[in-house]
């Protein structure tokens, strides 16, 4: 009842990103009773239906991701103080975003569902009865307890991976080197006093102008684990992707060796990008700040060195689905239609749930700095300043990331011969 209160009390942006996971739910649960319809209809090629099965882990993952990151952008489920005395802790807390979680993803399969069976045929109602027949297996009867599993599996990875991101930590526990936020690192030296301000005695900071803030403010100094790690899981990608392409079939899904040896060449791609998108970031910080930075270079840098890891990962999934979908188009030279309805609510589910993510990441990144962003505001940065410092730091990413997009998806559809 909580959680539906809460739901039910969010602002419009909140309820619009919540909608958004409903939504990949929706799309993610149709691919998963679609490749159960293959199966039906196609009971002499059992290994083509596993591939099917085996290539809804991708939208599986992006609509996972998503949901992580909306659960983490709530402010509904964000610890405020008070609510331990009326017994909402961090754990309860938790429990509450896993179960907001849980309901919108059980509100897309649900949708799911009833628009896979209007496409079979089995309700009526709706202009789209029966359109999907052919390819849903409508003339055999639907097993319902398998079409509820492969339901059940969204919801619940969601809300497990929302409650083992969010789950509270001892606080007694000192913090890792360097994991400290960005909002509080800078706080800690916008008011650098050892007592209190009072009334009478003016904050040390609000003496000094707010560019000598910015060059004491130390950077990060470690720079994000896993950049090596993501380099050699992008060239193995790289290298089973060149494999496969041996073959060069007509289609991912026509021959289960091929298709599956294409699937764990873009996982691993993907993986190595998102592995090494964070460490990236964080060179672009570190260019921004060389050659004897002004204000405005600084402060970019800093924060995309401070932020490296939250804006990196969405970054590298962005990069792994664009690259991938440009890969396909320049290897199999077909219209969008060749590659079935199917294939297409997938390709929109990963493109749209990787274009989510990024913008609920920034999202999240400026909840992060909105201490930093008031204190710069109030010892007299211009708001100019702010927004040229913002769009600096995208013009960084863009540069750096965009021609490494188009060199992957070159690498992926170059055949070995050449």
């Known amino acids: 009842m909580l959680a539906l209160r809460l739901t039910r009390a969010a602002r419009p942006a909140v309820q619009l990103r919540r909608l958004l996971v409903a939504a990949a739910s929706a799309g993610t649960g149709f691919?998963?009773?679609?490749?159960?319809?293959?199966?039906?209809?196609?009971?002499?090629?059992p290994g083509a239906a596993a591939l099917r099965l085996a290539w809804c882990v991708v939208p599986l993952a992006a609509t996972v991701y998503l949901a992580l990151a909306v659960a983490r952008t709530d402010p509904g489920?964000?610890?405020?103080?008070?609510?331990?005395?009326?017994?909402?802790?961090?754990?309860?807390?938790?429990?509450?975003?896993?179960?907001?979680?849980?309901?919108?993803?059980?509100?897309?399969?649900?949708?799911?569902?009833?628009?896979?069976?209007?496409?079979?045929?089995?309700?009526?109602?709706?202009?789209?009865?029966?359109?999907?027949?052919?390819?849903?297996?409508?003339?055999?009867?639907?097993?319902?307890?398998?079409?509820?599993?492969?339901?059940?599996?969204?919801?619940?990875?969601?809300?497990?991976?929302?409650?083992?991101?969010?789950?509270?930590?001892?606080?007694?526990?000192?913090?890792?080197?360097g994991t400290a936020s960005f909002g509080a690192r800078w706080h800690a030296v916008l008011n650098r006093t050892e007592a209190?301000?009072?009334?009478?005695?003016?904050?040390?900071?609000e003496a000094e102008g707010w560019s000598d803030v910015l060059t004491v403010a130390p950077p990060p100094r470690e720079a994000p684990a896993g950049f090596p790690w993501g380099v050699a899981a992008l060239a193995a990608g790289l290298a089973v992707q060149a494999y496969a392409n041996r073959a060069a079939p007509a289609s991912m899904l026509a021959l289960p060796v091929e298709g599956a040896a294409v699937l764990a060449g873009w996982l691993l791609t993907a993986l190595g990008l998102v592995l090494a998108a964070p460490g990236l970031t964080y060179l672009c910080g570190r260019v921004l700040q060389s050659a004897q930075p002004g204000a405005l270079r600084l402060l970019a840098g800093r924060v995309l060195m401070s932020e490296a890891t939250r804006i990196g990962r969405p970054l590298g999934v962005v990069c792994a689905v664009t690259s991938a979908a440009l890969a396909t188009t320049a290897m199999y030279d077909q219209p969008a239609a060749a590659f079935g309805p199917l294939s297409t609510v997938a390709t929109l589910v990963v493109g749209g749930c990787a274009l989510a993510t990024l913008l609920t990441a920034a999202v999240e990144t400026r909840q992060s700095r909105a201490d930093t962003t008031a204190a710069l505001l109030r010892l007299g940065a211009p708001a100019t300043m702010l927004r040229g410092s913002a769009a600096l730091r995208a013009a960084a990413l863009i540069a750096l990331f965009v021609p490494l997009t188009l060199l992957i998806a070159y690498l992926s559809a170059l055949p070995p011969t050449r």
């Open 31 to 45: 691919l998963l009773l679609g490749s159960l319809g293959y199966a039906m209809g196609h009971p002499q090629t």
């Open 196 to 205: 209190p301000a009072s009334a009478e005695a003016p904050v040390e900071a």
């Open 77 to 177: 489920t964000r610890p405020r103080p008070g609510l331990s005395a009326v017994g909402l802790g961090p754990g309860r807390l938790m429990a509450v975003s896993a179960l907001t979680t849980l309901l919108a993803c059980t509100l897309g399969s649900m949708v799911a569902l009833l628009f896979f069976l209007h496409l079979r045929g089995d309700l009526s109602g709706l202009p789209i009865d029966g359109k999907g027949a052919q390819f849903l297996a409508a003339d055999r009867p639907l097993p319902v307890p398998a079409a509820l599993t492969l339901l059940a599996l969204l919801p619940l990875t969601a809300s497990g991976a929302v409650a083992l991101s969010l789950r509270p930590r001892d606080p007694r526990r000192p913090a890792a080197k």
